[in-house]
């Protein structure tokens, strides 16, 4: 039982954490483009393949 509650708890903090994030690059997104490629390459790897792509 404990660990189903922990799985529930995980899964909604990394939702949230996920949501925040998006929120976040829809409010600044250069602010939280400069601090996340920091943090998280890959992210910023995402964001430069969803550029190239949304690129006329």
Known sequence: MENKMFFKK???F?????ILGVIVSV???SMYFK???????IK???IK???ST???
Not at 14 to 18: D, E, K, P, S, T
Not at 35 to 41: H, L, T
Request: aromatic share 12%; no cysteine; charged share 10%.
């Open 27 to 29: 409010l600044n997104p």
């Open 35 to 41: 601090q996340e490629v920091v943090k998280y390459p």
């Open 10 to 12: 995980m899964i909604v």
């Open 14 to 18: 990394v939702f949230g954490f996920i």
């Open 44 to 46: 910023a790897e995402v």
């Open 54 to 56: 949304n690129a006329p």
């Open 49 to 51: 393949m969803n550029n």
